[in-house]
C-alpha cells in the first residue's frame, strides 16, 4: 500500500469523524434554540387564548343562563364590556376539582369551600372541557387549565363561642394583607323551631369593622349567649373597588341537613334535598323542616330578601327516600340561597347556603385539564371581576402536539 | 500527507464555524421565552381598580394620603407577590401650541427598581365634574350670517310616490331628528299654501328664506300649491296638458333664491300632487290627489335651474342600473364623521346622465356614489355655476338621489352634511383638569 493511499484513508476517516462530531455539535447548539422557540409560541398562545376566553362571551351569549351546549366559547358577561365574566357561564363549567355527587340517579358537579355552603350543578348540563377544546378550536394540539381565584381571601375564625359570640376576620390579598379595608357583614342568627307546628327562622344583623394592618378585624355578638347557637356570618371585605367575600357557619347538626342542589339552570329550579340521598349514602334519616331565603347583596352590602313564588320564604319538609321540593329562584341576578334546617323532632338543625352565581360567595372555579405532568406549561393571567367580586384569571396552557421538540 | 493537512486545515475552520456560532447564538433567558403579560396584567388592574370609578377618584385627589394609601394596599393585594410596581398619575393639559402636556402629580411604588424587564399600561379617566360633549356647527354661520334655512316639505295636503312603507310626515321627522343639530333654522312647511309663501320669498317664522335647502319628502311626488302657481302659463302648460311648467318655475325659484332642492328617491318631480287641486285625478297608479308629469317636469326644472326658456320635454334621462352603485370614498369618510351608516351599496333605477352638467351648466360638488360606467351619478349635489363680473359662482342646487324606492333618509342627510361639511366641536379632552392619566408599570422581583 503506497503512502497516498494511507494519506487518503486516514485523511477520510479524520474527516467522517470530524463531520459527525461537528453534526452532533450544532445539534445541540440548535436543539435548545427550537425549544425556546416552541416554549415561546405555547406563550404567545396562552396569552391570545386567555383574552379569547374572557373578551367574548361564547355563542348563545346568555348560554349560562340556558341548557344548551354553546356553538361558542366564552365566559364574558354578553352586558358588559372588558374583563367582566358571567357568574352564570362559570357556573355552567364543569369543575375540574369538585366532586361529583349523585343524586336521584343523576350527577351533579359540586363546589364548596367547607361545610355551609355548596353549589351543586347538573353535571349534564355543564361545559366540559372536551367540548371546550373543540369550540376553541385547540383539540389535539393544546390543554388548558382555568383557573379564577378570589383576589381577597376572607376567612372568618370563631374565637369565642357565646357571650358574647367573638369572631376574627382575616382578609388578605394575593400579595399584601388587605389593610384598612371596610368589613361590612351579616350575622345570620336562626332561632330553631320549638313546636313541630313551626319551622326554623333567622334574622340578620348587620355591622362594619376596619381591617388592622395585618389586614385583620374583630367584631363581637354580646346578644349570642348559647354556644349552640346556629348561625351563618358572612363578611364583605372591600376597599378601592375590590371586593372579597367570606363566610363561617355554626350549625348543631352537621350528620343531617339540607342540601340545595341545582336542578335545572334555565328554569332556576333547585331542589331541596336531604343529604342521606345523595351517593345512597345511608338508608334512613329524619325528616328535615327547612325555610328557605333568597337573598340578593344590596349596594350598601346589606342582605335584601327576594321573594320566592308568593312569599319571601319557602318552608317545607324534605324527607330522605322521597322526592325532594324544589323552589324556582326568582332571577338572574347574583345572590345567596339560605337554607334553615332542622330535624324533627329534635333541637338539632343548622343553616346551609347556596350561591347563585360563584361570585355571590367568592367560589373559586377551575375548569380544564391537569397542567402537572405536563413537558413545558406557560401561564398568564388577568384581573377580572365577576358581579361585584374581584378575581384573578389565570390560564394554564400546554402543547399536545407530538411534534413538541423536547431538550 | 498532504490530504490529512487539508483536512486538519477544514476542521479548523469548522470550529472556528462553530464558535463563531455558539458566540452569536445567545439563547433568551428562561424569564422571556414565557413572560407574564405585564401589560395586560397592568390594564386589567387599573380597570379592576376603577370598576367603581375609585382609581379615577384618587387620581383627581392625589393630595389625599388616605386615598392614595388605599390605593397602595388595593395594589399590593391584588397582584401576586412577585410583581413590583410603579403607579405614576399625570395631569393632562394643552400647550400653547396645542400639544399635549403631561405632568406627574404622583407616584406610589413597592420597589426602587421594577427589574430588568418591565412593562407598563395607561389609562386615561376623566374628572367627575366634567362633561365630554360633541357641538355641531350650524351651517351656513361660517359666512358669518345667521345660518341656512332647512325647509322639510310636509305639507299635509299631498301625497308621496315611492316612499312606500313610510308616510310623508313620518320622512319629515327622521330628516329633523337627523339634521336639526346642523341647521340653525329648521322649518317644516306643513300645507301647500305654506309652500306657495316661501315660493313668493316670504318667510314663515322670521326665517331667511334664501340660501335654503329644501327636502321633499313626497319622493317622485312634488306638492303644487293651488291657484296662481298652478294656473296656466305658471304651472300648467295647456299647449302640452302638463304641470312641467311648475316645475319650470320651482327651477327658476331655486336659482333666484340660491336654495338646494333636494330629491330623496327615484325620478325627480315625476308627479304633482295637491289632494284638493286633484280631486279626481289618480297617478296612474291608483293614487289620488296626484298628477302625473312624467320625465318632463326634471327637464323643465333643470331648464328653470339653468333660466333656459321653457320648452316641454318629455325625454325619459334617466338609467336603470344593473349593477349597485357604492358610496364614495368622501361619503364614507364622512359616514365615520358624522356617525350616518347607511349600506354602502345600493340599487339605483333612476340615475342621472354626467350629460346634464353641460347641457345645464351644472357641476357636482359632492358625489354620494361613484360614477357609474356609461356616466351615470346616482346621488349626487349640483350647484349651478353663473359668471358675476367675470367670476364663476354657484347660485341654486339640486341634490337627487336616483335611489330605487324604499328611500333611506339617511342618505339624504349624509349627502347634505358631505357637501356642506359642517364641523363638530368635541369638547377639549386636554383642558386643565378634566384628564387624568394613569400609568401602571409592573416589572417582577429578582429582575435586578
Known sequence: MSGISIDHIVSIIIFLAAILLFVSLFGQTVQPALTYQQNQAVATKCSDLLDTMLLNPGSPSNWGQENSIPTGFGVQDPEFTEYQLSAFSLMRLSSATGNLVEYDNLYYNELNSGFGASLLTPNAQALNYSTALTLLGINDTYGFQLTLTPDITVSIIENQACSPLNLSISATGTGFPFAGASINYCLILVTLAQTDAQYPFYTIQSGAVTTNPQGMAYVAFPSVTDANQVYAFIAYAHMDDIVGVGYHTRVSSTDQYVVPIVQDIASQEVALAHNYDLNNSLPNGSPLRYNATFVILTEDYTLSALSLGSSSSVTNITTPGNTSPTVFLPTYANGILIVTYQQENSTQGGVVMMPWGVNSLAFPVTFGGNPQHQEWVATDMRQVMVGNVAYQAKLSLWSTQETQVTS | ?448
Open chain 2, 1 to 448: 500527507m498532504m490530504r490529512t493537512v487539508e483536512v486538519l486545515i477544514v476542521i479548523i475552520i469548522m470550529t472556528g464555524a462553530f464558535i463563531a456560532t455558539s458566540f452569536f447564538a445567545v439563547l433568551p433567558l428562561p424569564r422571556q421565552v414565557s413572560p407574564l403579560n405585564l401589560n395586560r396584567l397592568s390594564l386589567t388592574t387599573m380597570e379592576m381598580l376603577d370598576s367603581n370609578h375609585g382609581l379615577s377618584q384618587a387620581a383627581f385627589d392625589t393630595n389625599n394620603s388616605t386615598l392614595m394609601a388605599e390605593l397602595q394596599v388595593a395594589l399590593s393585594a391584588s397582584l401576586p407577590p412577585n410583581v413590583l410596581y410603579n403607579l405614576t398619575v399625570y395631569n393632562v393639559n394643552s400647550g400653547q401650541d396645542g400639544a399635549t402636556l403631561y405632568n406627574a402629580q404622583k407616584s406610589i411604588s413597592n420597589a426602587k427598581s421594577l427589574g430588568i424587564t418591565s412593562d407598563a399600561s395607561s389609562y386615561l379617566v376623566a374628572s367627575s365634574n366634567a362633561t365630554f360633549d360633541v357641538t355641531p356647527q350650524k351651517i351656513g354661520e361660517n359666512n358669518g350670517g345667521g345660518g341656512i334655512t332647512l325647509y322639510i316639505l310636509n305639507c299635509s295636503d299631498s301625497n308621496g310616490w315611492w316612499i312606500t312603507g313610510y308616510t310623508s310626515p313620518s320622512l319629515a321627522e327622521n330628516v329633523y331628528q337627523l339634521l336639526s343639530p346642523y341647521f340653525a333654522n329648521i322649518v317644516m312647511v306643513q300645507n301647500t299654501k305654506q309652500l306657495a309663501q316661501i315660493l313668493n320669498g316670504t318667510a314663515l317664522q322670521g326665517e331667511a328664506v334664501k340660501n335654503a335647502v329644501i327636502v321633499n319628502t313626497c319622493g317622485e311626488a312634488v306638492p303644487i300649491p293651488s291657484g296662481y302657481y298652478a294656473s296656466p302659463g305658471v304651472g300648467y302648460d295647456s299647449a302640452s296638458g302638463s304641470y312641467a311648467r311648475y316645475s319650470y318655475n320651482l327651477g327658476q325659484r331655486v336659482l333666484e333664491y340660491n336654495w338646494t332642492w333636494v330629491s330623496i328617491v327615484g325620478y325627480p318631480l315625476y308627479y304633482v300632487s295637491n289632494t284638493a287641486l286633484f280631486p279626481n285625478t289618480q297617478n296612474t297608479w291608483g293614487i289620488y290627489g296626484m298628477n302625473l308629469v312624467g320625465p318632463a317636469g326634471l327637464n323643465a326644472f333643470l331648464e328653470g335651474l339653468d333660466n333656459q326658456p321653457y320648452s316641454y320635454n318629455d325625454n325619459w334621462i334617466t338609467a336603470d342600473l344593473s349593477n349597485p352603485v357604492y358610496l364614495s370614498n368622501e361619503a364614507i369618510n364622512y359616514c365615520n364623521y358624522y356617525g350616518i351608516y347607511p349600506s354602502v351599496y345600493q340599487s339605483a333605477t333612476r340615475a342621472l346622465p354626467t350629460s346634464i352638467l353641460n347641457t345645464y351648466n351644472l357641476n357636482v360638488t359632492t358625489y354620494v356614489f361613484n360614477t357609474a360606467l356609461g356616466g351615470w351619478n346616482a346621488g349626487a349635489v349640483y350647484r349651478h355655476n353663473i359668471s358675476v363680473n367675470g367670476e364663476n359662482q354657484f347660485q341654486g342646487g339640486f341634490f337627487a338621489l336616483g335611489l330605487t324606492r324604499t328611500p333611506d333618509i339617511r342618505l339624504t342627510a349624509l349627502g347634505l352634511l358631505c357637501d356642506y361639511q359642517p364641523r363638530l366641536y368635541s369638547s377639549d379632552y386636554n383642558s386643565y383638569d378634566t384628564s387624568r392619566l394613569v400609568v401602571l408599570q409592573l416589572g417582577l422581583v429578582g429582575g435586578t
